[in-house]
């Protein structure tokens, strides 16, 4: 969300220059993207270094055979007692509570540096959704919404099972265009339009299909946490939580069928969109269209659709060369499913890499606003971060495919019987990832633009 | 299933969890989906060795004994478990070639990028 990170720094920085605080470089062009650009290292020797290392470590990866090895790496845990009731009664009552408090402040605060904006973006999008993959998945505790179902009565049809996770990857990719070609980002009365819509659509959808059912299949947020949630090292169990190792219950997590292949593939290709739409080879582009006197709107919806159509066709692809390659008679779609939690720790490496600088840099932002929801502060402080916080996006990119190796690599001890075969398995899914590890490293040099 | 995994299905109104609580444990053993999830496409005109205790289907025989060994050892018979161990050695020298390979490939990539960057 580099379009979203542009507009809300440039918002706070250009209150900043008012106030002449902090450094005076931060208020030209956004505190973060002032931040960047500091890399003396050529951009392609980056990105051959990112790629190397990520094929290294696939190389280094086959000298562990030892099934009973990746067995006990995988399956380490430590158990600790779960939430108490009080816990769990707060963790919903700040929920519905931080919804309500949201709605109201969008819908009556001031519309220049709205706390709610600031909240919902930076506070919720970009810092809780690192908790879930970095500590735990607290959202089915915190979910306001599955609150809030629970008090509505419910019809219980049943879901249509042909209908599968699609109404999930819609909703997701949906969730992503209005984000880019809407006000939502920095206006909050439009904010508070499309939160009111999706509690409709999503307090609907509970009465009639179930809250559990709902939240399952059909809501796109959940399924984001839930998914994020299986990277991160605390799992919620029956009777408590456990401790695993990051990524651990990634080899677990059931990816059921295609719709939710698709929706993995929908999560990393959304971020990796968010930083493509603002680059400066996109600002050209759109420039261009919009000279041509072609409306930015159904150009946005088209390159997002076709992007996802290729990630997701890329992806099906590697699958049935996985198939070739491995000498199984697995079928693609099961070889798909079973390799795609892997793509998971990549795309919590991306979003923390994309993610982190901008929510540091507006941590102290979000505290002021908070304090005066409803009126405009005199002073908005932004943290300055220093020019080697590069490096910090580089490495979560970077350790998120490692993890992503290893994942593909104990999933494939657990598909195929031969070793060797396990290993000529995920060479489609390799060279994928290096790929895509270079990729995601250019998007991250990229000086970040304001685009069209 | 562990015991504790089976819980996780009967608590009510946790089923966001089950995905990642519910569902067994992977095994490592090369087993893969059962045959009745419909998990396997063998194509009609290859040769096919099928497991006679799972009913997996394999390309190669090699790879159906080594299955047999990883997954039904406490029931296999004598040519069972020496088709076994013969495939299984046979892998081992394989597994140590390629390694050798791959050791060669890391030594070669981290020069070449010192190279590089003692030039850039």
Redesign the interface.
Known sequence: MFRLRTRLAGGVAGLLALLAVADPALAHGGAVASSRRTVT??TW?VL??GG?AV??SF??A??V?D??M??AV??WRRLAPGPGRLARGAAKAVGVLGLVAILAVAAVGPTENNAAVLFVWVGWWAGYTMTTYLVGNS??GVNPWRTLAGLLPTLDESYPDRLGSWPAVLALLALIWVETVSPITDDPRPLAVVVVAYTLATLAGATVYG???W??RADPM?RVF?YY??VAPV?????GLSLRPPGG?L????V?DDSEVAFVVALLWATTFDGFVSTGVWADIAGTVRAAGVPLAPVYLAVLAGGFGLFLGGYRLSSRVARRTG??????A?VAR?FAPSLLAIAAGYHLAHYLSFLLSLAPAIVVLAATPLSTPPQVPVLPLPGWFDLVGMTAILLGHVLAIWVAH??A???????????RSQYPFIAVMVFYTMTSLWLLAQPEVTTP | MSERDAAAEDVPGRSEQEATAATAGPTHVGTGPGPLEGGFDPPASADVFECGYCGRPFAEEDLLALHRGHAHSDQLSEPEQAAFEAAYETETGEMRRFQLKAAGLVVLLYFLLLMVYALV
């Open positions: 290292v050529p020797l051959m270094t190397a094929g290294a190389l280094l086959t000298f055979t099934r009973a990746v067995r995988d399956g959202w089915p809250a559990d059912t939240f399952r959940a839930r949630g299986a799992q919620r169990t029956g009777d219950a080899s677990e997590l059931r059921g000498d199984t008679y697995l079928s693609t099961t079973r104990a999933t001890y657990d598909l195929f019987p031969g070793r060797l075969q396990a290993v």
